[in-house]
């Protein structure tokens, strides 16, 4: 069973390809694909043990089940091993520590409240346009300190490098390669800007990388993988899961009116929004040694898929995973963040966006 055809994830029918998986045959082996052969890993136990084994199971090469393409490779720490890989996340780690969230939460708020009082009334509008990709583009702006008036070329570089070619986002890979070069050259002259200025107190995501022992003497290729890694890590889960909020709500109104009679349970129900959307539906590694996984074999060099948004609806990990339930017990108990060395950095930031957003929404609307 070829589980990696974007046509079951565009018409949103890939759920019972993976429930049948789980049950009939967690660790599956596919031979052919437009990606080649590779494991399928459905199971969340199976998951979390794939990605907390950085020994045995390699980042390196890439994390998307589909390869880099040789002519234009854009290295990236997530796809790095250790040393290398604590060395570039450390540079930039700081930018989520809890002093910097407490100073961004007020920023957020505001701005949370700015865009929901301006949202058309008693007519339809694109929520995911005017709210989510807003929203976090700002987010990510500030994170970068990149030019404010230009901040929707983040969310279109994000889009250009995450998108199929059936998407429509982009026609080809020449379009694709030529839209990325323009993202390094505009970043280039950011860090040009800031790599002989002194740092200041408030540390931007580039200068932390012009300044950073392991990153300031990266090639320009290096420096554009870790840049499409921070776009996108910022832009895609956050994005994805304000609009999967929604949604999640919309099939399980019920749900809206206990968040409305307790708002304390908005933490918990980001975490089960988190779970319930799962923004990234895969990770891949390659095995580093031949190795046992559920009675499978799996052999040196082959290509293994953590398929999260599989392993979140596991029903032996989590009860009733296809319901969306906001007072859910142990919702952070879930995998959309990953585990081990590679677990998502902006995680808190992430779930700070959430819960204020669903704080403010709470506080304005009766339904959505």
């Given at each position: 069973m070829n589980v990696s055809d974007s046509r079951l994830f565009e018409s949103n029918t890939f759920g019972p390809y993976f429930e049948r998986l789980r049950a009939?045959?967690?660790v599956h082996y596919c031979a052919e694909s437009e990606f080649g052969p590779f494991w399928s890993v459905t199971k969340f136990d199976d998951i979390k043990y794939v990605d907390s084994n950085h020994q045995i199971f390699s980042s390196e090469g890439g994390i998307t089940i589909d390869d880099q393409d040789e002519d234009f490779e854009l290295p990236m720490f997530i796809a790095m091993d250790p040393p290398k890989h604590d060395f570039q996340r450390k540079e930039v780690q700081s930018v989520v520590a809890p002093q910097n969230l407490a100073k961004l939460e007020r920023t957020i708020r505001e701005r949370a409240a700015r865009i929901l009082d301006t949202l058309p009334r008693e007519e339809t509008f694109n929520w995911v346009d005017l709210v989510s990709i807003e929203l976090t583009t700002q987010m990510l702006a500030t994170l970068f300190d990149f030019p404010f008036e230009d901040r929707r070329k983040l969310t279109r570089w994000s889009d250009v490098a995450t998108a199929s070619l059936e998407s429509g986002i982009v026609e080809s890979e020449d379009q694709r390669r030529a839209e990325l070069i323009e993202c390094l050259e505009y970043f280039t002259g950011l860090w040009?800007?800031?790599?002989?200025?002194?740092?200041?107190?408030?540390?931007?995501?580039?200068?932390?990388?012009?300044?950073?022992?392991?990153?300031?003497?990266?090639?320009?290729?290096?420096?554009?993988?870790?840049?499409?890694?921070?776009?996108?890590?910022?832009?895609?889960?956050?994005?994805?899961?304000?609009?999967?909020?929604?949604?999640?709500?919309?099939?399980?109104?019920?749900e809206y009116q206990k968040l409305r009679d307790d708002p304390g349970l908005i933490p918990n129900m980001v975490s089960e929004i988190i779970r319930w959307?799962?923004?990234?539906?895969?990770?891949?590694?390659?095995?580093?040694?031949?190795?046992?996984?559920?009675?499978?074999?799996?052999?040196?060099?082959?290509?293994?898929?953590?398929?999260?948004?599989?392993?979140?609806?596991?029903?032996?990990?989590?009860?009733?995973?296809?319901?969306?339930?906001?007072?859910?017990?142990?919702?952070?108990r879930h995998l959309a963040f990953g585990f081990g060395i590679h677990r998502c950095m902006g995680n808190r930031l992430a779930e700070m966006q959430l819960r204020i957003v669903w704080e403010e929404i709470t506080a304005r609307f009766s339904h959505v």
């Open positions: 009939e045959d967690p040009n800007e800031r790599v002989n200025a002194p740092p200041g107190e408030d540390l931007d995501l580039i200068s932390m990388l012009a300044h950073g022992e392991s990153t300031r003497n990266m090639d320009p290729m290096e420096y554009l993988g870790n840049l499409i890694l921070l776009i996108v890590g910022g832009n895609d889960t956050t994005r994805n899961s304000i609009s999967g909020g929604v949604l999640a709500l919309n099939e399980f109104p019920e959307q799962t923004p990234l539906a895969h990770m891949r590694r390659r095995a580093l040694e031949d190795t046992e996984l559920r009675g499978k074999t799996i052999r040196k060099g082959d290509k293994v898929v953590m398929w999260y948004v599989s392993g979140n609806r596991d029903e032996e990990a989590i009860p009733r995973a296809n319901e969306f339930i906001i007072d859910r017990p142990n919702a952070r």
